[in-house]
């Protein structure tokens, strides 16, 4: 292996502590480095065991490599090696003590946008990888292009194989230079850029000695440090009801409490609330787990609300506050993922899930077919074929209660389920109403 | 760069932050309650190992003040830690919950099954889980499977899809996003659903302190005969005996998982409170599959082959 790097601090030993968790998702492909970065991340965390190490050795040598393969601790199924391709998002973990790590490892290529959409739903964080060689080609814009569609709010340009470019801080600017350029273009709240080698270990862990030159932070120090927790949307209280928890038992006889995960806002015992779709008011009665009650809930909180009031509520309904609720629609403006075979076309029905609540659903209109490496709108587009990304108004049997997804992922975001084979065919994220005239994204030339 | 204010930046950073183990809970419980909101017969995978035994209490959270609503289902093939089969009774009557018990010698004796020349069981376990799921007409089975464990698994989605033959095809599996799960299924198919998905190893120890979560005593160190064979320690028990030139011998030890006692070895450990476990795992090389599963040593494509057969 290149220089073998230490991980300074040790590993979380002793007391549990308040270390909390940051969902990143990697994008890039073989060539990029990816596979070497992630594995040189698990590896200097000691993630990696002696057994997998000792596996990854052998099939290294196998291969006539004179250096350990980091790459291949991350190789995947049997079914990838036999026929060479990718299959799919696979999740990863590492901890430092400060932070525990999920990797959601996506495959790159063009045709793979759906994983990466999925690799993206969940992150805090995304890592754009780019050759230091090559600078900035179609992919990488495409992939930060993805992060910003799904609102990963941390965005890392990381800059690879510095080695091979002489540690050039020339190099890195210039690169660095063209993706700011770029990402001015998009609506990136966050953006970091660090210049690494993933093979020989130089900024990640610490900052590399080849690199004086750079100020910024390594790649790791960023991803233990980075605020996540001010991401989370705090203030508009959703609380999907997901279950109705009714004992009826001899020492509960009467308890009705609705179980569910805190989408955003914080929900507080006393508060006033307004259930959807009824209107009804209540109040917060208490807010239990089994550990005894909450003060506050927050995002994603799983816990069991109680009201004062016996109010009719049941699965998919929503408890939000009086003065703050989502407005229930039935037409939505959204930007999907199209993720199936078979294309989406207009007039088509399809079911709905959106938070707890299940619909059925029309795309009334495809207004444009967005491009993803030019942010071109085609509106000639007759359909969405797989991994097209495009803007549609869907007409749905029952009113959902949803917010913008740029203001709120929990409950701004959707799947599209085919009815007759029941596989999930599409990602959607709301858009504001206010955007009908305006859209969301400016195309830009590469 | 955006002229929209993020919501949440009014608050101090630090401040409706959830730990690592909290944040684990939550996902687990949300997953509970979507399969029992969504799939009409869930049943509970219960192997009597730490894993299953830890997603029975987040199972029990995730419907307190009510009972778990549905039944927990144990693939018995035959060779099992007597403490393990004590512990499962007493954790079953202690949550009124119904126990399933689904016996390989059974199927032997009715010739669902064949014994392997080597008398192991693990691969002949899938038929009789398949069966049970199939008598039972259950529709979800919860397992308690970790992505950290296999590479096989590290693909596979938290609700796993399964054919009408249990099967999984790693290659069709329906995208994950956010945190909305696709239960759908037609009639005869079923889905795996894995709560334990995003722990590791090390976090299943933490939450076993922090929940003080009674585990089976073979987790922890104790003295037991046992002989070494492909550099793994078996016990000499009446499931697995010593071939020519395997010589038993004491030796202090532990099991790092709990399967089928005549495939699951233990290892070398001092190890004998939880707080001792957590500091060995936290520096320990070896996975535990590799350390302890001769199950997965076969090949190195063992875990991925069994689970297209079904094997959960």
Redesign the interface.
Known sequence: MGVPTVFPAGLPTGPVQRTDMLRFATAGSVDDGKSTLIGRLLYDSKAIFSDQLEAVEKASAAKGDDYVNLALLTDGLRAEREQGITIDVAYRYFATPRRKFVIADTPGHIQYTRNMVTGASTADLAIVLVDARKGLVEQSRRHAFIATLLRVPHLVLAVNKMDLVGYSQDVFDAISDEFTRFAAKLDITDLTVVPISALHGDGIVSRSPNMPWHEGPSLLHHLERVHVSSDRNLIDVRFPVQYVIRPQSVDHPDYRGYAGTVASGILRAGDPVMVLPSGRTSRVAAIETIDGPVVEAFPPMAVTVRLTDDVDISRGDMICRPGNAPEPRQDLDAMVCWMADKPLQRGQKLAIKHTTRTARVMIKELHYRLDVNTLHRDESAVELGLNDVGRVTLRTTQPLFADPYRRNRATGGFILIDESTNATVAAGMVLDPSHRVQPPFTEYAI | ??A?P??????P???????????????S??VF??V??ELERPVLLFSGGKDSIVMLRLA????????IPFPVLHVDTGHNFPEVLAYRDRRVAELGVQLVVASVPEAIESGLVTQPPDGTRNRIQTPVLLDALEKGRFTAAFGGAR??ED??R??ERVFSFRDDFGQWD??N????????Y?G???AGESIRVFPL??W?E??IW?YV??EGIELPAIYYAHDRAVFERDGMLYADNEFCRPRAGEKVFTARVRYRTVGDASLTAAVLSDADTVEAV??EV??????ER??TRGDDRFS??AM??RKREGYF
């Open positions: 760069m955006t929209t993020r919501t949440g930046s009014l608050l950073e630090g401040e409706y932050r959830l730990s690592q183990l909290d944040t684990l809970e939550a996902e419980i949300h309650r979507e029992a909101a029990q959270k995730a419907f307190w003040p009510a009972r992505r950290d590479k096989a590290a693909k790693p290659k599996q329906r995208p994950e996003l956010w945190s909305l696709n759908r299924i037609h998905s995003n590791t090390l976090d933490q302190r922090r957590i500091d936290s520096v320990t090389r070896v996975t590799g350390a190195e494509a991925e082959d």
